[in-house]
C-alpha cells in the first residue's frame, strides 16, 4: 500500500508529491534533501485505520491541494529504489519487496494475517525491542519472575498477531526469537553452524568449554552484555533508515551497487558502522577460545601468541585472524572494512548526495561509497552482532 499526500519545503517552497510505502512500523520517520535548497526535508507516515496519514516533522508543509509540477519523492521502510524508478510517480517498491521476500518467507499454517510482509518482517520491532531489553535487565538483576512473566508474556501475545503460536518462555528463547524473527534467514546461517560446533564441545571437551564460559563470564561478559544493548537501542532508534535496506542483508542479497533509497537521515547513522565493528570485533575473543578447544588446545592457548596478547595488543582489525580457517566460526567476520570503521568511528565522514565520503586513518586518504551501500553493510554488522550476542547469552545465561 503507498500513502501519497503533496507537501512542499519550508524554506524555498519547492513542492513534492511524497509516495510512502506502508512499512511495518506504527509510525516511520522518512527526511530526504529538497533537490532547489538542499535543506532536510522530515516527515512521517502514520498508521491509521484503513491506512496511513502523512505527518510534517520538520520543515515541511502539509498541502491540502494538488500541487502542479510537484517532483514525485517515493519512500519505502522496507525497501530501495533504483534511478528509474525513485521519482516514478507509479512505482510500487512494494510489489518488488514481495517478490523479493517470497521465497524466504516461513509460513505459519495458523496465523490469520494476509499481509506477506508481517509472516516476514516483525511489526513494531522498536517497541518490541524496548521489551526485550527490559526482560534481559530485569533477569540480569534478579527481579522477580512475576514482573519478568509479564514482559515476555505481553511480548508473545505482539508476535502472535503476526505468525501464531510463539513458544517463549524464558529469556533464553525470547531474545533468540526476537533476533531470528528480525534477522532470519542470515542470522540463522551464523547461530546455526556455531551452535553445533559447542553442542559438539560439550561432548568432547566439556570441561574446558567450560573453563572458557568461566573465564568469559568473569572477564567479559559484562562489557559485551553493555556493548550490545547500547547497539540494538541505537539501531531500532533509526530503524526507518536502516529497514530500508534490511533485506538486502538478511537474504544475503549483494547485488546493491545501483541502489537508491529515499531518507537519508545521516545523521542518526554515521556513527553506527564504527560502533558496530568495535561491538563485534570486542566478542571475537570469544570465537578465538573456541578455536582454541577446537583445535585440541586449551581455550586461552593460541598458536602463536598469549589470550594476554590476544586481548591486549592485537588491533580490532586482526582480531578473526586466529579462527579465519574455521569457516563455521569465521563467517561472523565478513564485511568487517577497518578504513570505514576508522571514518565512522571518529566521525571522519559525511553525506552528499547519494554518496557517503570518509577518511580511513593513516594516511588519511579519502573514500566514498553510495549511502544505500552504507547503510547495507550497517545491517550486515548488526546481523553478526545480533548472531554473536545471542550465541554468548545462550551460554553465559546458563
Known sequence: ???????????????????????????????????????????????????????????????????????????????????????????????????????????APDSKVQDLALLFE?????????????????????????????LIEDYRRQREKCVGHVAVSNTRELIHNFFDAMFYPRFGALIEPARALISQLETSAASELERLVSYYRANHWEESYSRNISLFSDYFRAFTEFSQMLT???????????????????????????????????GFVFLACLNNILSGRPFDQFQQMTLNKYVHDVEKAKRANPFKDQPDLSRFAEHLDSS??????????????????????????????????????????????????????ELMAK
Open 122 to 150: 516483525v511489526p513494531n520491532s522498536r517497541q518490541l525491542w524496548g521489551e526485550v531489553r527490559n526482560a534481559l535487565t530485569l533477569d540480569k538483576n534478579g527481579a522477580n519472575d512475576r514482573k519478568l512473566v509479564r
Open 248 to 282: 538486502h542483508a538478511r537474504i544475503d542479497d549483494q547485488d546493491v551497487s545501483a541502489k537508491l533509497v529515499g531518507s537519508k537521515n545521516f545523521e542518526h547513522t554515521k556513527l553506527f558502522y564504527g560502533q558496530a565493528f568495535e561491538t563485534l570485533t570486542s
Open 340 to 393: 570505514l570503521r576508522n571514518g565512522s568511528h571518529h566521525a571522519s565522514i559525511w553525506r552528499d548526495g547519494e554518496t557517503v565520503f570518509y577518511r580511513s586513518g593513516g594516511t588519511g586518504a579519502q573514500r566514498d561509497m553510495p549511502y544505500a551501500g552504507y547503510l547495507h553493510l550497517c545491517n550486515e554488522l548488526a546481523i553478526s552482532c545480533a548472531a554473536l550476542f545471542v550465541l554468548e547469552y
Open 1 to 107: 500500500m503507498v500513502v501519497s499526500g503533496y507537501i512542499e519545503c519550508a524554506a524555498c517552497h519547492h513542492r513534492y508529491l511524497a509516495r510512502i510505502g506502508m512499512g511495518s512500523e506504527t509510525y516511520q520517520v522518512h527526511s530526504f534533501d529538497c533537490r532547489d535548497c538542499t535543506l532536510p526535508i522530515t516527515i512521517g507516515l502514520r498508521k491509521v485505520a484503513h491506512g496511513g496519514r502523512i505527518e510534517g516533522e520538520e520543515n515541511v508543509r502539509i498541502l491540502q491541494d494538488d500541487a502542479e509540477e510537484a517532483t514525485v519523492m517515493n519512500l519505502h521502510a522496507s525497501f530501495s529504489f533504483d534511478v528509474a524508478t525513485i521519482h516514478d510517480r507509479y512505482a510500487f517498491p512494494s510489489i518488488l519487496f514481495t517478490q523479493k521476500i517470497f521465497p524466504f518467507v516461513r509460513q
